[in-house]
């Protein structure tokens, strides 16, 4: 199998339980709920998307023929941004594959292969489709209208609010963590406030802001 990859790139983790770690983003190209056009943004399942996954014009994208290759890659984006010597302190590298939705096209062969270059795989996906074995950390967001098939991981986080997705609807699912995210765009301050004031009366609930982007990094 060949993967559409948009771009690879060393950052720190900007939302959710890991906010801050340093690691490797891999971003497949493509999603189920929404081809990335502007123009049908409104027909779209999810209308709120953020993010470019169209193409593979990105840093270090392309198409990779082989999981090998692939995570070859990912550990030499990792080697060259973390510029550091083996400690008894340091942690293992660290890859968060994304997108698009990344389940499209993340396989077994592919994690196995991250694995075998020492990596820690974490996975951010929609939960519409079930993700491959291996995969060390699962963290499902939600989206309204889109029939949720995995039930079960490390993290939900939630983009709040939602209309038709309301946190309640989620809380009985077998995640160990729960993430509440306001919705970036014009209303995000209004949101924000919502958000915390939801998670003041329902401690389950973690807020998680968008640090990379208050920092203005990726």
């Known amino acids: ?4 990859v948009k771009e690879i790139y060393y950052t720190l983790q900007g939302e959710g339980v890991h906010t801050g770690r340093p690691g490797v983003f891999l971003r497949f190209a493509g999603c189920n709920l929404w081809d990335g056009v502007e123009s049908h943004r409104a027909d779209a399942v999810c209308r709120f998307c953020d993010t470019d996954f ?6 270090r994208g392309g198409r990779y023929q082989t999981a090998e290759g692939l995570a070859r890659e990912v ?3 990792w080697d060259r941004g973390a510029r550091t010597g083996a400690g008894s ?5 660290f890859v968060v594959c994304t997108g698009g939705e990344p389940a499209l096209q993340l396989d077994a062969s592919l994690v196995a292969a991250l694995r075998n270059q020492g990596f820690y795989v974490a996975m951010e996906t929609n939960g519409t489709i079930p993700p491959p074995s291996g995969i060390d950390w699962i963290c499902v967001s939600p989206k309204a209208g889109a029939r949720l098939a995995v039930l079960e991981g490390d993290e939900l986080k939630l983009v709040f609010p939602q209309l038709g997705a309301p946190p309640e609807q989620y809380i009985n699912l077998d995640f160990d963590y729960f ?3 306001p919705m970036d765009g014009p209303d995000l301050e ?13 401690p389950t609930w ?3 802001l968008q640090t990379h982007k208050l920092l203005g990094i990726r």
């Open 54 to 59: 169209i193409g593979t014009d990105g840093e």
């Open 75 to 77: 550990r030499g984006t």
């Open 1 to 4: 199998m060949s993967y559409t």
């Open 206 to 208: 973690r807020l998680s």
């Open 179 to 181: 993430s509440l995210q």
């Open 89 to 93: 302190r340091e942690p293992g590298p």
């Open 190 to 202: 209004f949101n924000t406030e919502a958000a915390v004031e939801y998670c003041f009366g329902h």
